[in-house]
């Protein structure tokens, strides 16, 4: 569960900050760069348990779903079959969504000060000299410079953050994942359970930081030329 809640957070969080971050970029100081800059600030500034509270409100009292854990009852010690599937994507949104907006905050303003910087350089201006499209120019030159510093966050940063961080969230949306397990074994002085999940994002994070380098490769070809 905590593998499939931090997949489903990181798909969710490139979805959202990599093509509002290029947007703002392309259109700088225009009224939709200002807007999701004010939003990003939002983002930034509001502390995920207090987004959490506030979304299981909505989701509970006005939307009437019931949204705690990532199951309902009746499919808790069930096998699993097309109806638990579907159950668990009815609960997975609520953390998915409250992890993306906190966390892509941050890498949109990442990728749009970074967008900003490569429009900039020679190669884009002969890129453009050519007579490509400024699609062409942006998503296949620009982006795929401009997204470097998000794959090196992606490995080091994000990956062991969504696993065994936003502890607070998954205690208020009583979600079975790793972070209530790491903070039960903290207050009940269970040395072993906690060394153990220690240990697991550890090497989460190693195996992070390889598959960053691998991607960096792929990415860029300055970087598989060196």
């Not at 502890?167 to 359970?193: E, R």
């Amino acid at each position: 569960m905590t593998a499939v809640f931090a997949l489903s957070s990181i798909i969710l969080i490139w979805r959202i900050a990599v093509p509002i971050g290029v947007y703002s970029a392309v259109n700088q100081y225009s009224l939709g760069d200002q807007i999701f800059t004010s939003l990003s600030f939002f983002g930034i500034g509001t502390p995920p348990f207090m987004l959490a509270m506030v979304v299981l409100f909505v989701a509970v009292v006005i939307l009437k779903q019931d949204v705690i854990g990532l199951f309902s009852r009746e499919f808790q010690d069930a096998p699993w079959t097309m109806a638990k599937v579907w159950d668990l994507l009815k609960h997975l949104w609520v953390p998915a969504l409250i992890s993306a907006v906190t966390e892509s905050a941050g890498m949109m303003r990442i990728m749009r000060a970074n967008m900003l910087e490569t429009l900039g350089q020679p190669f884009i201006e002969a890129a453009r000299a050519r007579g490509l499209r400024n699609v062409t120019v942006t998503w296949k030159h620009a982006v795929r410079i401009a997204i470097n510093p998000l794959i090196v966050m992606l490995g080091g940063e994000q990956l062991p953050k969504i696993l065994g961080g936003n502890a607070l969230i998954a205690i208020v949306l009583n979600l079975p994942t790793v972070s209530p397990l790491f903070v039960n074994a903290l207050l009940t002085q269970d040395s072993y359970m906690a060394g153990t999940i220690l240990v697991f994002l550890t090497m989460i994070l190693l195996i992070g930081n390889l598959l960053s380098d691998l991607l960096l490769s792929w990415v860029d070809p300055r970087i598989r030329l060196e």
